[in-house]
Structure formats: structure tokens, C-alpha cells
């Protein structure tokens, strides 16, 4: 049976994505095709921002593509350098609150050493944080157009300042209608459709 499944493909461990892998095991055959894509935006103010973690109590992240969003910054001129050389021990310096071991693995892999991962959604990690000592500075959050209001609205309520800035937006992908339309003219029947 064949199975098509709406969302991104992501690697495991085993260079194959958990879904097809899983599906596969039981004799379905499974077709990826993205719904969703990503534009980045204001990446030179993140950028300025990054460039002085002295005016910050440290960092959130709540998605991978927040991190893709600094990962983005650091590619830029001189940053990497920079970041290596100094940048880097400084935000270490400070703590590094992520939601999730995926996105905590991305923070690491730009080596920031991570808490908070295990809080599993914005909530509990606003919550972890506001169990925490407090920094007078700002934290500084990366987020989408889509983010969710709890986390800054419960660190507000504790009196923890935050500052957002938006580095993403999510849009339909660009490829969607064709990527279907080829699909289905591929097939004899509709296939069975599973959203992840």
C-alpha cells in the first residue's frame, strides 16, 4: 500500500526518515512531499543583536529554525570568525534555554551548551525559566511570525524581561501544487494520507 505523508523529510540516525522507515517496516511504501517553507527575515538586526551578549541574560529557543536562523547570521563575513574567537564563551557565559532535544542538538552543533530541553513545549520551559534566578538584562528570543504568546506573556507576568525578534516566517512551499500534481498523475488511485 502506498501511503504519501505531507510534511518535510528529516534524517535519523540511520540517514532515512523515521516515518518511511517505520512505514516500511510493515509494507507500506511512503512518499514525502513539504507543505511548508520558511523565509528568513530581519537576519542583520539578529546579527547586531548576536554581536553583543553583554546587553542580554542569554538566549531562548523554541524551534530548529530559530537556530537556522543564527546559524544563518554566523555564515555571514567575519561572524564565524568572530563567534569562535569570542562570541561563543560569551553566550555560554549566560544560560541557553531550548525547547526539545532536536532543537537543543542544533544549539549545540553552533556550540552553545543548552538547559531546558527536557520541558518538551514552550510552557513548561517558561516555567523552567521562571524558576531560575533572574538576569536584570533582556533574554533574547528568536522566534517566528507563528510563535505562540504563553512564553513571553508568562515570563512578563514574573517581572522577566524578554526581547523578541522575529527572524521567520512560515509560508506554503513553493513546490507544493507540482510536487502533488505529480504524484497523483503517478498513481492509479488516491493514496491514503497521513499528516505528520
Not at 538566549?59 to 546559524?71: G, K, M, N, Q, W
Not at 537543543?104 to 531560575?132: D, F, P, Q
Not at 522575529?166 to 504524484?183: K, R
Amino acid at each position: 500500500m502506498k501511503v504519501l505523508l505531507l510534511k518535510d523529510p528529516k534524517e535519523d540516525d540511520c540517514g532515512q526518515d523515521p516515518y518511511v522507515r517505520e512505514l516500511g517496516l510493515y509494507g507500506l511504501e511512503a512518499t514525502l512531499i513539504p507543505v511548508l517553507s520558511f523565509e528568513f527575515l530581519s537576519l542583520p538586526s539578529l546579527s547586531e543583536k548576536l554581536s553583543h551578549p553583554e546587553g542580554y541574560g542569554g538566549l531562548i529557543f523554541t524551534s530548529p529554525r530559530a537556530v537556522e536562523a543564527v546559524e544563518r547570521c554566523l555564515q555571514k563575513d567575519t561572524k564565524a570568525e568572530v563567534w569562535k574567537k569570542s562570541l561563543k564563551e560569551k553566550w555560554n557565559a549566560k544560560s541557553v534555554y531550548v525547547v526539545g532535544n532536536a532543537t537543543a542538538s542544533l544549539v549545540n552543533r553552533i556550540g552553545l551548551h543548552t538547559e531546558g530541553e527536557t520541558c518538551g513545549n514552550a510552557e513548561k520551559l517558561a516555567e523552567y525559566i521562571c524558576s531560575r534566578e533572574p538576569s536584570a538584562l533582556p533574554l533574547l528570543f528568536p522566534c517566528g511570525t507563528l510563535k505562540r504568546e504563553i512564553l513571553p506573556k508568562m515570563l512578563k507576568d514574573k517581572g522577566i524581561p524578554l526581547e523578541s525578534v522575529t527572524v521567520y516566517q512560515t509560508i506554503p512551499h513553493p513546490g507544493i501544487q507540482g510536487n502533488l500534481t505529480s504524484y497523483y498523475t503517478q498513481q492509479d488511485r488516491l493514496p491514503n494520507v497521513l499528516l505528520a
